[in-house]
């Protein structure tokens, strides 16, 4: 197949694309597909697919293996979707290899196998099985980046295109001016994916306005945080969602240089994101003069190994330049000066995912959503001992409350809630009293908590506030990259004072040099990473300050994690 | 992933039609953001990165082997010395720290002295603590075990169990290799 020559080329295209699509779900045939990717592989979802290839083999089942991206649903790994004719397809999940037998067997005595089954794909409730979107998971969640998640093929351009992808692409290329589409993302009013809420809009006019070029955009995948794990989902599940956002981003910067900067250990959103940009090539998405329009688009991919300060923007666009990865003083600030001295327009994948429905249903659909300073849907992560630890999708506003005890089902039993760390090692927790706030870009941050990117972590009574403080401060104190010293220095110092109250050696005077060090290590930090890096232990402080008193004064710690020894620690 | 051994010389053939084949830089720019690609295609092959290694890399694209180690000793996943035989990611993400993941941290540290990596002495396995999340927090705490198979739910005896049998395999594929 060649390159597509222009507008109706393409529309030839996806029109087959849609009939084969169509064809796929009306067939004769059962149509089974079972989901692939990182969460589901560590459960064994490759050896479910294999065995399932090998039943189909022997021609008893007239059936099609697909393979699918992760649907959300990590708690339900591996799932499989079976669609039988005439039937609505019924999501099954737990289907380890020793299951699928049985599956099948029943499915072709024609039992339901209800107690597997997560739902049913349907408006409502079908022969017992209830309807897939009423599960307490997917009920209040409201899904626009994970709409095909699950669905689709992620190394399938043919399926993305089948359900309606590339369309806001061709719309901004063909019947927009690049000035329309930043006003369009304006109108949006949609914020930064990557922690900071910086609007997308604006930030996409001052890289337009800098009187410098060529120009670049960069997808930021570096995802190195280690409270989230959406990104890389995103990439797995639906890569085309996130290149053509991509694109979109370059027509309206009017350019033709695009990356996208992964983190090396995410080994199958790179391979996927890979595999999209190839297809995009072969099919004439990405080139020389797309679809006949003049316009041109080169995307290329970077990879970095496992510093996290190279997800902080200027660090990033050194590591692409085959630097360190140090971040800079600002300004200039990267829309004026990034990439090779150039303007540089820098977003995070969610950001880029989010663009597409926007230029397709138009800014204010898009600002209709969620709350007025916080518009649009977010992907949540919930870690910790919840029951339905995955990717969520929610509208911004969502109270705490409701996305830990519906959403994700709440603390599994024997687990008694404690509190919920927000903003990974970048802010504070939240106890159970203040759960009704809402989670969107403002609300948290009068309490010292955080959206951030969306990674919640819910921690139980075994855990230590003294003890969780000091894993997230040294987190901050490893990754640290050096280059200042009150970081360099600082976060070390925080350690040290906490090991020191671990170990049963602290001072009472200890909680104010904290406060002090921090202050420090806050007003004079070069970045973003040592900025923040006390915030963690200030809010566990504010938060938990009768845990660390017992530490200090009593020598007791009531999680019984913290080791109190005779004698004082060497720091580490 | 084949490790080398130490001392056992590298051949850099295979990485010499990699370079050729797929590092191909149109201008010095774009040599250099081509470094950090090319070093892990070596880690890929040797499983870790020889200074024979980096020197070629460095001839290939026209940069300082310097330039090269600043980025091989600033990431943390890039080895300057062979690994053992085996290789295991310790995930210390926060899922897997609230799960329990320190104390196996710890016990690495207590029993083998190690912090952020290392290798035990007998060569077997390498450790990597890996400062992040693996992104399968439903197994926490959770290893990954030669960059594919994962192994979740870890407890403190479930990890020295895995590290036992991990070593006894090594010391049994060390002596066919003897025999060949
Ligand atoms: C230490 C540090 C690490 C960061 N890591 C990431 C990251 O992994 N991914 C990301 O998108 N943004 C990260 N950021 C935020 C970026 O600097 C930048 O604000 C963001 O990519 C801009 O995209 P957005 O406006 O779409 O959020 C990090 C910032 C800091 C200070
Ligand atoms: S604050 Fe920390 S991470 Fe940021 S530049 Fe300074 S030393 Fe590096
Ligand atoms: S924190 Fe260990 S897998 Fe996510």
Not at chain 1, 21 to 33: H, M
Not at chain 1, 100 to 114: H, S
Request: overall charge negative; hydrophobic content about 40%; charged content about 25%.
């Amino acid at each position: 197949m060649g390159r597509l020559s222009d507008r109706r080329a393409f529309e030839q295209y996806a029109a087959q694309a849609e009939q084969r699509w169509e064809t796929l779900w009306s067939g004769d045939r059962w149509v089974i597909s079972v989901g692939i990717s990182e969460c589901s592989i560590a459960k064994g979802a490759l050896e479910t697919y294999r065995h399932l290839e090998l039943l189909l083999s022997d021609g008893h089942i007239p059936g099609v293996l697909r393979r699918v991206g992760c649907a959300g649903w990590c708690f339900a790994e591996p799932f499989v979707e079976i669609k039988l004719p005439g039937q609505p397809p019924i999501v099954y999940g737990w289907m380890t290899t020793d299951r699928v037998p049985d599956l099948l067997d029943a499915l072709r005595r024609g039992e339901l196998r209800p107690e597997w089954a997560l739902g049913v794909r349907a408006g409502e409730s079908w022969r017992g099985i209830p309807a897939l979107r009423e599960h307490p998971f997917l009920r209040s969640q409201r899904r626009l980046l994970l709409e095909q998640a699950g669905i689709i093929d992620p190394e399938s351009i043919d399926d993305y295109i089948a359900t309606g992808g590339y369309r806001a692409f061709l719309k901004a290329l063909l019947e927009m001016t690049p000035e329309e589409v930043v006003n369009e993302v304006k109108t949006s009013n949609l914020r930064g994916r990557g922690g900071a809420g910086f609007p997308t809009g604006i930030k996409w006019e001052s890289g337009r306005r800098t009187p410098a070029w060529p120009k670049y955009v960069v997808v930021n995948s570096h995802e190195g945080e280690p409270n989230v794990f959406k990104d890389r989902r995103l990439l797995e599940t639906n890569p085309h969602l996130v290149l053509e956002g991509l694109l979109i981003g370059c027509y309206a910067l009017e350019t033709q240089h695009g990356y996208n900067y992964i983190g090396g250990e995410h080994a199958l959103a790179l391979r996927r994101f890979q595999k999209a940009v190839e297809q995009a090539y072969e099919l004439g998405l990405l080139g020389d003069n797309i679809l006949g329009s003049g316009f041109s688009c080169h995307v290329r991919v970077r990879t970095g190994g496992g510093a996290y300060i190279c997800g902080e923007g200027s660090a990033l666009m050194y590591a692409i330049m085959g630097q360190r990865g140090q971040p800079r003083t600002k300004p200039p600030r990267s829309v004026e000066e990034g990439l090779w001295k150039r303007p540089t327009v820098l977003n995070n994948t969610e950001t880029f995912a989010s663009i597409p429905a926007i230029i397709r249903n138009g800014g204010s659909w898009y600002a209709a959503l969620g709350t007025k300073e916080s518009t649009g849907t977010k992907l949540v992560t919930m870690q910790g001992p919840v029951r339905y630890l995955g990717v969520a999708e929610i509208e911004l506003g969502m109270p705490m409350r409701q996305l830990i005890f519906e959403v994700f089902g709440g603390l599994r039993d024997g687990y008694r809630f404690k509190g919920v760390q927000t903003g990974g090692v970048s802010a504070g927790p939240l106890r159970e009293e203040e759960l009704d706030v809402p989670v969107d870009f403002d609300a948290l941050t009068p309490r010292g908590a955080m959206l951030g990117s969306g990674g919640f972590v819910v921690f139980d009574d075994t855990v230590c506030a003294v003890d969780f403080a000091r894993y997230l401060v040294a987190f901050s104190r490893f990754e640290s990259c050096g280059k200042c010293t009150p970081c360099r220095l600082g976060t070390p110092a925080l350690v040290e004072i906490l090991d020191r109250i671990r170990h049963g050696f602290g001072r009472p005077e200890d909680l104010d040099v904290i406060r002090y060090a921090s202050k420090h290590i806050i007003d004079l930090s070069l970045c973003g990473l040592g900025q923040v890096a006390p915030m963690p232990l200030l809010g566990m402080l504010e938060r938990f300050r009768e845990e660390f008193i017992e530490h200090i004064t009593e020598r007791r710690c009531r999680a019984g994690v913290c080791p109190m020894t005779a004698v004082a620690p060497i720091a580490l | 992933m084949k490790p080398t051994k130490a001392g056992q010389t590298v051949d850099l053939e295979p990485l010499r039609r990699v370079l050729e084949e797929r590092f191909r830089p149109r201008d010095y720019r774009e040599a250099q953001e081509l470094v950090v690609g090319a070093c892990q295609e070596a880690q890929r092959l040797f499983g870790w990165v020889p200074p024979e290694a980096a020197q070629l890399i460095a001839e290939h694209l026209g940069v300082t082997t310097n330039r090269i180690y600043g980025l091989l000793t600033f990431y943390a996943d890039f080895r300057t010395e062979p690994p053992g035989r085996h290789f295991l990611w310790i995930c210390h993400g926060a899922a897997c720290y609230v799960a329990g993941a320190g104390r196996l941290v710890e016990f690495l540290h207590e029993r083998y002295g190690i912090t952020g990596q290392g290798t035990t002495p007998d060569g077997a396995l390498t450790v990597h603590v890996f400062n992040g999340c693996l992104g399968v927090c439903d197994l926490a705490p959770v290893a990954q075990l030669d960059h594919h198979e994962y192994v979740g739910l870890l407890s403190l005896e479930r990890l020295q169990a895995l590290i036992a049998e991990l070593q006894g395999e090594a010391q049994t594929e060390a002596a066919d290799g003897s025999t060949e």
